[in-house]
């Protein structure tokens, strides 16, 4: 029983969630229809500008294929790591728009989540932030994935660079740095679930850019003369492995010399809440080292079942925390049906809240916590804290954790999309311990359309909730790429009350 998303691609960008109703796009996702062998999804968006081939690549994919800072409204959700990077001078007009757009973009949300500020929220991880602490931690690094990644053929990111050619990047905390072989599938992977360094490396430096550093070192470090993503792609057109690894020995001067002057803490210690993308990057990271590595054990699933996999996007997930439901840090989230855990993480790391999920399969929960081990060394690695996670195996109709912690649930999600009838009407029956006032987020109605409390049905699970049907729009669920309806509901016990006294 599984519902959440599987990671896109992320941008490049510096770009800030905003759930619009034309459109509702992610960057960091797996696509979980093609993983699941679900029939074509027509694109209907813009698609990325073509790559001119000189005559001596033909035969092998372009180093430099295109990640630029995606416009929602006219871009299809890439996974983790289909195109490369590419800032061709042709470029530079169109990114100067999309920049002036997301900037935009990320004041109106800054300005949304200040008006309802979580200030209980604390953002910074203060161990990975010690300078006492060597920041040595198992995880998986970048280096790691051409050897793990048994379905996939490597090649050097570039021309003329000598295989297993090493880099090693410095993220804000004072954790230990990240290693990359600078490698690129030689030819895409059918599920699209490509890893390619280069691709990543620009990744993490826009994101640090945009929500780590103070404007002063924003400019500087992001200028088109000298700013590092600029000088690393002109490093990787000259097919220049010196200049690259100077570009990127220089960052990590840099950014050291920044974090060790207490300027990125600074930054950190005023935020409450963390933007949405950089959420979505991190999940991304850990996703392509744990879940796409295993990805095809998500095939086995049984069609008329309650076992159907299927995913929740992450805006579509930002939408229902922040607007819908209002989650806080100091509450609870419970995923009935979590996957591989992903709204699990998301909500966890978005929000900072105590976030539960349980699930049946027992690949899915294989990889779940395989991943949940790397999103945790990924958060570390970030200098971020996240609220504590809890992933339960086995029905979540039985599981004696998910039973306890239930009534304390201030949000509840659940996938029943593809759950049977029956299984449907025993969920609504669990929703009797749930607290008043929490909040249930479903894809189908638990309530019959048209029903109404009588005498007859007095004691009905479904007259404790209060139904609102919404609307999700294109690209939010992993199923389709049309926009369909969701309900959110909330407990309330005073209508039986208030009938029952009606009528004494």
């Not at 992320?10 to 796009?25: F, M």
């Not at 040595?136 to 295989?163: C, N, Q, R």
């Not at 929703?431 to 249930?440: A, N, P």
Request: with cysteine; charged share 30%; glycine share 4%.
């Amino acid at each position: 029983m599984s519902f959440n998303y599987l990671l896109k691609k992320s941008s490049a960008s510096t770009q800030s969630l905003q759930i619009r109703k034309e459109v509702v796009t992610t960057k960091t996702t797996i696509r979980t229809a093609s993983l699941l062998n679900a029939a074509p999804r027509s694109n209907g968006l813009q698609p990325s500008r073509k790559q001119t081939k000189r005559p001596q690549d033909k035969g092998r994919r372009s180093p430099l294929h295109t990640v630029k800072k995606e416009n929602e409204a006219t871009r299809k959700r890439r996974t983790p790591s289909q195109g490369l990077v590419n800032f061709s001078s042709d470029d530079s007009e169109v990114e100067e728009e999309e920049e002036e757009e997301e900037e935009g973009s990320r004041k109106k949300l800054k300005a949304e989540l200040d008006q309802d500020p979580d200030l209980k929220r604390q953002v910074r991880n203060k161990t990975a932030f010690s300078e006492d602490d060597e920041g040595i931690f198992p995880m998986v690094h970048a280096a790691d994935i051409p050897s793990l990644d048994k379905t996939t053929k490597y090649v050097p990111s570039f021309e003329g660079l000598p295989e297993n050619t090493e880099v090693s990047l410095q993220y804000p905390s004072a954790s230990q740095r990240e290693r990359y072989l600078l490698m690129q599938p030689r030819t895409k992977r059918s599920d699209n679930n490509d890893f390619n360094a280069l691709e990543d490396i620009v990744h993490v430096m826009h994101q640090v850019i945009a929500h780590y550093l103070p404007l002063s070192q924003r400019e500087l470090f992001d200028n088109d003369a000298t700013g590092y993503p600029k000088r690393l792609h002109r490093a990787i057109s000259r097919k220049s492995e010196h200049e690259l690894k100077t570009v990127i020995e220089d960052w990590n001067d840099a950014l050291s010399k920044l974090r060790s002057e207490g300027v990125i803490s600074k930054i950190l210690d005023e935020y409450h809440s963390i933007q949405p993308d950089l959420v979505e990057r991190i999940l991304s990271q850990a996703c392509a080292r744990t879940v796409s590595l295993g990805v095809k054990s998500l095939r086995e699933y049984e069609n008329g079942t309650d076992n159907v996999y299927g995913e929740l996007l992450p805006r579509f997930v930002s939408r229902i925390l922040r607007e819908d439901t209002h989650l806080k840090s100091d509450q609870t989230f419970v995923d009935l049906g979590s996957g591989v855990g992903n709204v699990v993480l998301q909500a966890a790391l978005e929000i900072g809240c105590e976030s539960w999920g349980c699930e049946m399969m027992k690949n899915t929960c294989d990889l779940a916590e395989q991943q949940q081990t790397e999103f945790e060394a990924r958060c570390r690695l970030w200098g971020l804290v996240a609220g504590d996670i809890h992933l339960e195996r086995g029905d979540f109709l039985s599981n004696t954790a998910i039973a306890k912690i239930l009534p304390k649930a201030d949000v509840v999600l659940v996938n029943n999309q593809a759950f049977t009838p029956q299984l449907n009407e025993r969920l609504t029956s669990l929703f009797l311990d749930l607290k008043e006032g929490c909040r249930i987020v479903s894809l189908k109605s638990f309530v019959p359309a048209g029903h109404k409390i009588s005498a007859r049905n007095l004691y009905s699970p479904f007259n404790i909730l209060e139904v609102e049907q919404k609307e999700y729009f294109s690209e939010c669920v992993s199923w389709t790429a049309a926009p369909g309806t969701y309900y959110v509901s909330r407990k309330d016990s005073r209508k039986i009350k208030a009938f029952a006294a009606r009528n004494e």
